[in-house]
């Protein structure tokens, strides 16, 4: 399993630093409002980049990029991502990991190995209402637990949530607040249609929706931020 497209620069997905993204297949949720949908579930026709040509490439950049993000996709799943991040450690980077938080274990493991440096969890909705986001009937115990070993604050970290006029509302928003109550930040997203979206009818929530949905959670949670509107 490798990666199968990198960004090789970005100033928006590493909070406050200049990094890379390496891209991962495949993902074992299936949000119909996924911009990347297409490319996550398993293709043999996609061609996939030796790791040896990304290391080739972060070692030319060092000095340049502060950090490299690993997404996808979701990258918890890839059998050996401890030993890359190893080998991208060993040169001297930061390392972000986006991830969904299905794998606990191997987002605890990361952390106490100080193998990564800031986790972005998605957070698709209340526990109750996961499943119509995610597209699977997701483990939420072990969703549940990844949100408490972040919430330890071993590492620096964010939740985020895409808002979906057709998903979200006030009720699951307040359980949502209760769910993160503690944490350090959470971004409310704007979505956006884009040709990789696979349900196009789909609505983005308004800004002054979001911003009562801000207020509501800015009760409980340190941060609360709108990103993209």
Request: proline letters at 3%; charged letters at 30%; hydrophobic letters at 40%.
């Amino acid at each position: 399993m490798e990666f199968i497209s990198i960004n090789t620069l970005s100033l928006l997905d590493y909070p406050e630093k200049v990094a890379a993204i390496l891209y991962v297949q495949p993902c074992n949720f299936r949000c119909p409002f996924c911009h990347n949908w297409k490319t996550l579930i398993t293709n043999k026709e996609i061609e996939c980049i030796p790791f040896d040509e990304i290391l080739s490439f972060l070692s030319k950049r060092v000095g340049i990029l502060d950090g490299v993000v690993i997404s996808g996709g979701e990258p918890t799943l890839m059998p050996d991502l401890k030993e890359k991040i190893k080998k991208i450690k060993e040169l001297g980077y930061l390392v972000k990991l986006d991830t969904n938080g299905t794998n606990p274990e191997i987002l605890e493991d990361l952390i106490n190995s100080k193998l990564i440096d800031y986790v972005a969890m998605d957070v698709k909705n209340s526990l109750d209402d996961y499943e119509g986001v995610s597209g699977v009937k997701p483990n939420i115990e072990k969703l549940q637990k990844s949100i408490e070993i972040l919430k330890q604050n071993k590492v620096d970290y964010e939740f985020r949530m895409t808002l979906i006029n057709e998903f979200h509302n006030e009720t699951n928003i307040r359980k949502i607040a209760t769910l993160l109550k503690g944490s350090k930040r959470f971004y409310l997203q704007k979505f956006m249609v884009s040709d990789g979206v696979e349900n196009k009818n789909l609505h983005h929530v308004d800004e002054g929706l979001a911003n009562i949905y801000k207020d509501i959670l800015s009760k409980d949670i340190e941060v609360v931020e709108l990103r993209g509107y």
